[in-house]
């Protein structure tokens, strides 16, 4: 294989491992975010039943003190009651005795109601901050293999960039300089593998006669449609049983 097409390849693959490193970088901001997010939702989920819960005692109570206010007047109306001296009062205080135990029971009633959804609001409480313990737990050990993978991708970004100085400095100059024209105006990817007579990037299919070149990997070839440098990789011969190679068509 050409030397320079050779040196090209392995900088085509530092160089798209590079920008896959930058690109989640880049990204780790929004994942830092989303993790901010996970323990909002969880954390809001544990205030929201609070508040439900409180809401339901606030209720309570407030039911509660109209129950003391009905059950005052109902001791009012049965002392009139002892005290009155004719028929007509005694059925008028009855009735308003009737009306105060009526508003009693529809109190106490609602009491009961509030009583058995405080018992579910509160299940809810428990188990919004069990979940929200498990959140935090969950993220902050998607955070710290966030960090990790950070550390590893810069890393990894340093052992790059020098391979690359190293790598490009063994390149001639103008095969350098036609993969880093065409890696600018083709989102990095100067290099493309040629098969079947296809550029795999752009998928558009080489002249014979230029792709019969290209099978000999001995000189710089471009694509006519996206100028990506081409490079062919032969296939494997195929072995029978016995470990005889077969013949097989490029």
């Given amino acids: 294989m050409n030397a320079d097409l050779e040196r090209l ?18 990204a780790a ?17 544990v205030t929201t039943s609070k508040e439900r819960l409180a809401e339901n005692q606030n209720a309570r109570r407030a039911i509660e003190k109209e ?16 005290a009155v001296k004719t028929n007509q009062e005694y059925h008028a205080v009855q009735k308003e005795i009737g009306f105060a135990q009526g508003e009693i029971k529809t109190l106490e009633d609602q009491i009961l109601e509030r009583m058995v ?34 550390q590893s991708l810069q890393a990894s970004l340093e052992k790059v960039s020098a391979e690359r100085a190293e790598l490009v400095r063994a390149i001639s100059p103008n095969v350098l300089a036609t993969f880093e024209m065409v890696a600018r ?15 795999t990037v752009c998928h558009v299919r080489l002249r014979p006669q230029v792709f019969n070149t290209i099978l000999r990997n001995e000189d710089i070839l471009q694509c006519d449609h996206c100028n990506r440098i081409l490079y062919f990789v032969p296939r494997a011969t195929p072995v029978s049983a016995d470990g005889v190679p077969q013949s097989s068509a490029q």
Avoid: Y
């Avoid at 901001?29 to 989920?45: G, Q, Y």
């Avoid at 990817?189 to 007579?197: K, M, N, P, Q, T």
């Fill in 9 to 26: 390849i392995a900088l085509q693959k530092l160089d798209s491992a590079a920008q896959d490193a930058n690109r989640r970088l880049a």
């Fill in 29 to 45: 901001p929004e994942r830092e975010s989303a993790l901010d997010l996970r323990l909002e939702t969880a954390l809001r989920v």
């Fill in 67 to 82: 129950v003391a206010v009905h059950q005052g007047r109902l001791s009012k109306f049965r002392e009139q009651a002892m």
């Fill in 117 to 150: 959804e405080a018992d579910e609001l509160a299940a809810q409480v428990k188990r919004a901050e069990s979940e929200l313990t498990a959140e935090q737990k969950a993220v902050e050990a998607d955070r710290r293999a966030m960090v990790a993978e950070v």
């Fill in 185 to 199: 105006k083709r989102n990095g990817i100067a290099v493309s593998e040629a098969r079947d007579g296809i550029c």
